[in-house]
């Protein structure tokens, strides 16, 4: 059963920093590329990191230089540290693999980040 579970979610005033985590089950977690994600109130939920197996990353133009994505396959876990947050980045962030989006449509609960001016 496909499980993932976001946390590290919060309220942080801009230019602070947080570090989000999230946990996955279910999916031979070392193949896929994991992407976070992030939708915030009357938009459109939308790619804003992504790691493959192999530690390549890519992001999003609106977070290039302020977030970093990272895994550690041993734990199943991805992680995205986020740094000089400014109020735009407020969202619920989601972290997912396109195998999983594809086939079964399933997401988590996702995180709340909120960042205050």
């Known amino acids: 059963q496909v499980q993932l579970v976001e946390s590290g979610g919060g309220l942080v005033q801009a230019g602070g920093s947080l570090r989000l985590s999230c946990v996955a089950s279910?999916?031979?977690?070392?193949?896929?590329?994991m992407g976070w994600y992030r939708q915030a109130p009357g938009e459109q939920r939308e790619l804003v990191a992504s790691?493959?197996?192999?530690?390549?990353?890519d992001y999003a133009d609106s977070v290039k230089g302020r977030f970093t994505i990272s895994r550690d396959n041993a734990k199943n876990t991805v992680y995205l540290q986020m740094n000089t947050l400014k109020p735009e980045d407020t969202a619920v962030y989601y972290c997912?693999?396109?195998?999983?989006?594809?086939?079964?449509?399933?997401w988590g609960q996702g995180t709340q980040v909120t960042v205050s001016s």
């Open positions: 997912n693999t396109l195998s999983i989006i594809r086939s079964l449509g399933y």
């Open positions: 279910g999916i031979i977690f070392r193949l896929n590329v």
């Open positions: 790691i493959t197996s192999g530690g390549l990353t």
